[in-house]
């Protein structure tokens, strides 16, 4: 029955080996620490993810199966092909809904794992926000009493500030200077064109 299926898809059949694991594909996860195996038959049954220790115990368990069965092809060749084929897909199928199962459970502990992480990510950065807060009242604090000290400083240096004492000569060339600068605006002033 699956042989003339796939002769009526012009799919060449090979009746020696048949090979259960033609859509299986091996790719590296997202951290690229470990192989995923996704598998997937036909389009009825979803693809299954080999991440974690059980599923890769589940799935060494279905390959040992197929391992076994394909040893049983002999006993129905050639007249109940298609029984053992029936078999060899219901190995597959059993183990799919194992493996899927599996993948739900490491999921939800990895969405659950991943809230946690979530949660204490947000405590510790609303912590450091606060500490981050402190520290800058802190500075403001501090800047404030070195600017009252630096006006009280300079106030006092004004206070005590003496004016230096200058030479009679200098301050009378000074006033010589003034009053020469000051008739000559005059001058100007009161001249007529």
Known sequence: MVIEKLIRRNIRVVTRRYNFD???????SKNS????YSYKTNNTM????VVSEEERIAWRQRAQELR???KDRPKYYPFNIDEWEEKGKEIVYKYNIQ???LNKKRKQVEEEFNVRNQLRLVTDIELKKQQLKQ???EKAR???KRNETRRKNKLEREKNQVNPRRSSRIANGLKQKEMIAAEALLSLKNARF
């Open 68 to 70: 076994l069965h394909k």
């Open 142 to 144: 501090l800047n404030e």
């Open 135 to 137: 520290e800058q009242e």
């Open 99 to 101: 493996l899927q199962e």
């Open 46 to 49: 979803k693809s299954v993810e």
């Open 33 to 36: 620490k470990q192989i995923v």
């Open 22 to 28: 033609k859509k299986l594909k091996i790719f590296l």
